[in-house]
Structures are given as structure tokens and as C-alpha cells.
């Protein structure tokens, strides 16, 4: 049942050998500190273009799954492996509790001959007895030695499957944690790449335009960015830590004001590392909203109307290290229901987002 897979898991190493050969080219593949750029943790990123980004994360991920579903097989095989050795020593107790019975007859034997000393008959007896007495202990021996081997097998079964999964283990981790990496860096490369394309606009810089008028769209009264501004379609694309864009970055600089998509009631407050300032606004319509890395907020939470000035635009969160803009989510089934791709609605009400620009990565 085991021979192939304890033949095999020799494999295991090498694939582990090959994977930490892999992270350590990734590893390497940075060039020159003049050639690089700075993360959002200050340390220094390796140059790649998203297709190279995206390859190293396919074979990681290839790697990552197949480690997986080796170690969940291993775990099967040493429960049966375990469920196994647990029959062998009970049945070890067994034995041993019957080869007691052998030794307890050839004592009585032993003084049943000394007793039949001048009867040949009882002799003859005692000792037809005592030849099987002798037959029954060395088939017990027998037994009893066949399960032991069995069990120091089923051991030595369990011990390299042990140590296979620790080396599985440990190629887990590491492959994990530089598949972590290159995410974060597909995404940063993909959001830098979205707020260059957005802020520049297809020809030009931060557009003049500010709300489309009276128009509106069907989840937004008005802009939440009354200023210069532009944007792309960038839903879905890649972010760290294998996240994809849930909304839309609308491009504008420091200090052009946010206001209130619609009427409803607002929070103002951080949001944390990753949205800095944040305002979530309820609509009166039941939609949620969600904007972050505001500079600065106007007033407090409170209740607002569609239009209210609510703060600035700025680089708070995990913006500090791009572009200022607002991102912008909505999600028509409250704050847990899943986004929506906010550019058309946007596009409407927003002059400077252009839905038909699309990125794709």
C-alpha cells in the first residue's frame, strides 16, 4: 500500500530543493539600487513588468498548490498509517498476554514430572504435554516477533512521511511568502500604471471639468470630486497581497474638494494603513459608499446632502506613496454586500472619468 508513495517521496526533497532554487532567483533578479524603485514599506523593489511579475506568481502558485495537496495527502496516509500501528499493538498485547500461559504450564509441568519420578506412565504423560507446552511458546514467540516487525515498519512508514511533510512544510511557508511578494508588486506596478494613465488622461493632464450639471447618474447625484479630475476604468486589476480593485481611483491633487455623493448619513474617520482618511456614507437610498486617503475632513459624521463638502483629496493610507486621488467604492447591498465597478456610474456625474478606457494589467 505504501511502497510507491515511501519510494517516492525522495521527490518531495528535490521539488523543495527546486522551489527554494526558484524563490532564490526571484530573490536575485532585483538589479542595482539605481535601477529600482521604492515600495510603499520604504524597501527597495526589483524592476519587473507585470507580464514578468505575473509569470513568477503562475509557477509560485503551480508550486504552492501542488505542495498543498502533497501535504493533505500525506496527513491521510499517516492516520492510516497511525490506525495501522494501533491494531498491530493491540494485537502485540494480545500475544504477549498468551505467551504468559506457556510459562505458567511449564512450571506446573516441571513439578508434575518430579512428582511422576518412579511412574513411567506419568512420565510419558508430562512430557507429550510438555512437547506441546514447548510448540504453543515458540508459535507465540513466533507471532509475537512477525506483529513487532510489522509495527517497526508501519513506524518507519510514519517517520518518513513525517519527515516529507516537514520539508513540504517548510517549502510552503517559503513559497508563500515570496508569492505574497511579487502580488504586492504586480499590484503596485498595476496601480501606479492606473494613476499615471488616469491622471494623465489619454492626452492630456487633470481635465477642467468638474460635475456634468444638472445630469445624474442611478446610484450618484453628483461627483464625489468637485475639482479637476480624471480617472480610467481600472476595476478588477491587480493589487497586493492578491487583492483586485474594488472600485475607482479618481485622480486629482491635494486639497480638491470631496464632497457628499449623495444625501445620507456620513462617517468621517481613519480608516487605518491602508484607506488613511475615510468617509463611509449610507445613502438615503440604502447604498453604501466608500471614499479614502482624504487629507483632511470637513466638520464630523453627521447627516449630509448630496453635494455637502465632506473634505479634501489626498495621499493618506497606503496613497502616500502615489498619486493623490479618491478611491471610490460602491456597494448597493450595504457595507458587507460585494462592490460594484463604480466607472460607468462615475462617468456620468464625474467629467474627467473616461469609462472607456479600460486597464487590464
Known amino acids: 500500500m505504501y511502497t510507491g508513495r515511501v519510494a517516492n517521496l525522495g521527490g518531495n526533497l528535490i521539488k523543495a530543493c527546486l522551489a527554494a532554487l526558484l524563490i532564490g532567483l526571484v530573490f536575485a533578479s532585483a538589479p542595482s539600487a539605481s535601477a529600482q524603485s521604492e515600495s510603499s514599506q520604504g524597501r527597495v523593489e526589483p524592476v519587473r513588468t507585470p507580464s514578468q511579475a505575473q509569470e513568477i506568481i503562475d509557477v509560485l502558485s ?3 498548490a501542488e505542495s498543498t495537496q502533497q501535504l493533505k495527502t500525506n496527513e491521510t496516509l499517516m492516520s492510516s498509517v497511525e490506525a495501522e500501528a494501533k491494531l498491530y499493538r493491540a494485537e502485540l498485547a494480545d500475544e504477549s498476554r498468551s505467551a504468559a500461559a506457556p510459562a505458567v504450564d511449564g512450571f506446573i509441568l516441571s513439578e508434575n514430572i518430579g512428582a511422576a519420578e518412579n511412574d513411567p506412565s506419568a512420565q510419558l504423560r508430562a512430557r507429550f504435554i510438555g512437547s506441546k507446552v514447548i510448540a504453543d511458546d515458540e508459535e507465540t514467540i513466533r507471532k509475537i516477533r512477525s506483529i513487532q516487525s510489522k509495527l517497526e515498519t508501519s513506524q518507519l512508514r510514519f517517520d518518513l512521511l513525517q519527515a516529507d511533510s516537514q520539508v513540504l512544510e517548510s517549502a510552503i511557508f517559503e513559497t508563500q511568502t515570496v508569492l505574497d511578494r511579487e502580488q504586492a508588486v504586480l499590484g503596485r506596478i498595476s496601480e501606479r500604471a492606473i494613476h499615471d494613465r488616469g491622471r494623465d488622461g489619454a492626452t492630456r493632464t487633470l481635465v477642467e471639468k468638474i460635475n456634468n450639471g444638472g445630469q445624474q447618474g442611478f446610484y450618484l447625484a453628483t461627483c464625489p470630486v ?10 478588477g486589476a491587480p493589487r497586493s497581497s492578491g487583492r483586485s480593485h474594488q472600485g475607482i481611483d479618481i485622480m486629482a491633487s491635494v486639497g480638491v474638494p470631496v464632497v457628499a455623493p449623495v444625501s445620507g448619513q456620513i462617517v468621517l474617520a481613519w480608516g487605518g494603513n491602508l484607506g488613511g482618511n475615510v ?11 466608500y471614499g479614502a486617503h482624504l487629507d483632511s475632513f470637513v466638520g464630523s459624521s453627521r447627516r449630509v446632502e448630496a453635494g455637502e463638502l465632506v473634505g479634501y483629496v489626498g495621499k493618506t493610507g497606503n496613497a502616500q506613496y502615489t498619486a493623490p486621488h479618491l478611491h471610490f467604492e460602491i456597494r448597493p447591498g450595504g457595507r458587507s454586500a460585494a462592490a460594484i465597478n463604480p466607472t460607468p456610474d462615475s462617468a456620468v456625474v464625474c467629467g474627467g472619468v473616461d469609462s472607456s478606457i479600460k486597464w487590464r494589467g
Open 62 to 64: 503551480k508550486e504552492l
Open 226 to 235: 468637485n475639482g479637476p479630475h480624471n480617472a480610467i476604468d481600472s476595476w
Open 279 to 289: 468617509f463611509r456614507l449610507t445613502g438615503d437610498n440604502g447604498v453604501y459608499y
